[in-house]
């Protein structure tokens, strides 16, 4: 994908952009704020650092979010609870913090763009397996007929299982996808949505397990 890396530092720029290239990213760089909020329509996705030299990353962040929905994703040293919160609430996507290992961030940086593209998708968005209907923008799920209420997480699941009908889906995809963030998310509470789910769903045959692998939503239950 196309990368405008928002960096002032050197060291760290050249040593982002080598690995990118690598891993078949179009990397650019550029050192300051003002250089995004001119670039950031070129690219699929950006990575931003807050302490940049004309202004704060953070005031980058909010002048391309007022004009553009493309996936940012913030890459800086500020750790602390409240950058994280601001940078988020600002309209990042994601938030890293250096030193950042590169697998986490190539990972981040599919997710990011994987949720982006799944905003703006436009496909039919009603699934149907026998008498289960599950209508993903609606956020409505149907069995026999009838209602069936799901809390968010418990939706969230299903419709990440949904959007690909008879593909099996890794747990490790689900995780990102609903938790936005496979590390972040517990293994075991994955479990205990599924297991809600499936109990609410009434219908053993709807969601098959692939031992050792995840879950496929079965095309034709
Ligand atoms: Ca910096």
Known sequence: MRVLLVEDDDGVADALVEALGAHGHEPRRVARGVDALTAHRDFDLLLLDLGLPDQDGLEVLRKVRRVA???????????????????????ADDYLVKPVRLAELLARMDAVVRRGAARTGTADRVVRVGDV?????????????????????????????????????????LMDEVWGDAYLAVSRTLDVHLTQLRA???RPGVIATIRGFGYRLSADA
């Not at 419709?159 to 995809?173: D, E, I, K, Y």
């Open 69 to 91: 929905d493309v996936p940012i994703l913030v890459l800086t040293a500020r750790g602390d609870e409240r950058s994280i919160v601001r940078g988020l609430r600002s309209g």
């Open 133 to 173: 209907e599950i209508d993903l923008d609606a956020r409505r799920v149907v069995v026999a007929g009838r209602d069936v209420a799901l809390t968010t997480k418990e939706f969230a699941v299903l419709a990440v299982l949904a959007s690909r009908p008879g593909t099996a889906v890794s747990r490790q995809q």
């Open 200 to 202: 609410k769903l009434d």
